[in-house]
């Protein structure tokens, strides 16, 4: 008997595949051993080749649906596709990003199959064949160990980048399916456009660039502009800077101003008072540059440089360009 | 028409902790609030309201007998009348659970035409009862709704915010919205409101009031167990440094972001 399947949901974002598929990947591989064949499920248009951009992370089975109706289908219509699929081969487990995308399928598809969900999971393990899924909950500062012991499949959305997406070698198996495709017809995207960026306050960011009392030259901010712009991001600063006409306390982090979470701030000139670090510090990847060695915020830093701020951010730039 | 807006109750603050005997939350002392997110979801529909001459604002929630609060907060924001979902048997629910039992009401209000959410719950953070709820009814839903207007007698027209794209989705109605918080900024209660909010009807639907599968109600309805709870140690980093002059330690920095996928 052919071992049961752990699914991995890949999802597309524009002409590309979303990262966090690649991500599920390879920790789906991880988990799998030789307890569960991983497939990924792709379902794409029927000029579509996304399946090129998995391959190279080495899924068991890429099992690919192809209707030109898929990239601009409705959450209700992807569900029902994948109801279809589920129903057909009845895997163990499915695992989604934690994508606004699979924030919005995932449950839809969950109600149709009667069986739980956790959402926005940032780990998962297996416990014999049940899948043993920790969430956070309250703004993560509690994690809760969550199973779905007597329901198939176990469900899970998994926040994007808690894992890394390694290539791996073997061949995966491409294999094709159909399924009935079902209208919605109450419901017309009638349009998509992409967007660079959409955060409106530094809290929305997904890329800060944060500048302290040793980054507040007109030049540096000028400069810390330029990169916040490379990166898709905003700037944010320190209380200090708040007393330039330019940053109001919307842009402040830190217990006064904004908690922030973003996958990635990069601190020139800010040394890390507690008021400041409590702000910031569950940022997914924390870099921080200051002249001072022992300036508290290496400590909650990932990657740290020793050294003139301003010099730094001018060769970072000119490392971009 | 009639807009339902689902509203939850929630902790006060985020800040709770564990008990270290019984390793359960410890809530003690903490107020219950109404979850900020749905405040958006509230004035989305007052404002549609303001806009048109025939539509009702009714708020529905369920949990025990103090989430009356929320209903009355909302109520003093300018909604016409709450539901509250109140039954021993409802207890304990999953997202699953309280879905079916919010759906299994829903169809009991006439002409609920428009069917709203907040993005998520500041508690659990899951944002799913509403695509179950939508499912359960078998209506269209547009999560994470950046705008939303009533584009016809029978229809909205919303843009939504996916990561990197915006779509725009027109609806025929009936059917379940979630909002984003940076749709709009809810209104106060005024004076004016709190004191007609008094006067404004609160029902209460417990068990024997619906049509319910008791299978699929509380914790024998829900798939999923939580089977521990725990802070989160703090996340212990390890310092990579970045050496040589800004030159090189930039080299050094676009490379690890590459590697995270960054850039």
New interface residues.
Partial sequence: MSKPELWVIAER??DHIE?TTQQLITKAKGLAGDQFNVVTILLEATTDHLEDELKAYGPDEIRVVRDDRFPTA???EH?DALQQLVEKYQPNSLLFGA???G??????L???L???????CLDLRFDDDTL?ATK????????????????RPQMATVRP?TF??TPAAGDATVTTDTVTFHP?????????????N?A?TVG?AS?VVALGRGAASAATIANATKLAEK?GGRIGVSRPLTDQDRFTHDDQIGQSGNTIHP??IINFGISGAVQYLVGM??SQ???AVNSDERAPI???????????AQ??M???L???N | MKIVVCIKQV?ET???T?DPVTHN?DRRGLAGVMNPFDKNAIELALTLKDSRDDVQVALLTMGPDDYAESLREGMAMGADEGYLLSDRAFAGA???AT?YVIAQALKKIDHADLILFGRQA???????????V???LH??????AASLRLSGANEV?AER????????????LP?VVSVRS?LNTPRYPTPRNIQLSFAKSLTVWHHDDLDLDDSRLGQAG???????????E??K???????G???E??????K??K?????
Avoid: W
Avoid at chain 1, 136 to 151: L, V, W
């Fill in positions: 974002r524009l990262p409705t959450d209700a569900a994508t606004i995308t924030r919005s399928i995932a449950p839809r969950q109600a149709k009667q069986t739980g969900l956790t959402a926005d043993v956070p909950s309250y703004g993560d500062n509690i994690m809760c160990e969550i199973i779905c012991p007597d329901h980048n890394v997406a919605v017809d109450r419901l017309q995207v009638k349009a998509a456009v992409p967007v660079v959409t409106t929305d890329r990166l996958e990635l510090q569950d990847t924390i870099v290496f400590e909650v830093a990932d990657y740290g440089y020793v050294g003139d010099a730094f001018t060769a970072l000119a490392a971009f | 902790p985020n800040d709770v564990i939350l999953d997202t699953l879905g500041v508690d659990a953070d899951t944002g799913q009862v509403g695509p179950i939508a499912e359960f209506q269209p839903q547009i999560t994470y027209t915010l996916l990561e990197d794209t915006k779509q725009t989705l027109v609806a025929q059917a940076e829900s798939p999923t167990i939580v089977t521990k709870v725990y802070a989160p703090p996340v980093r390890e310092l990579t440094p970045l050496t002059t800004p030159s330690a930039a080299s050094q920095l676009i690890a972001l590697e995270r996928q960054l850039i």
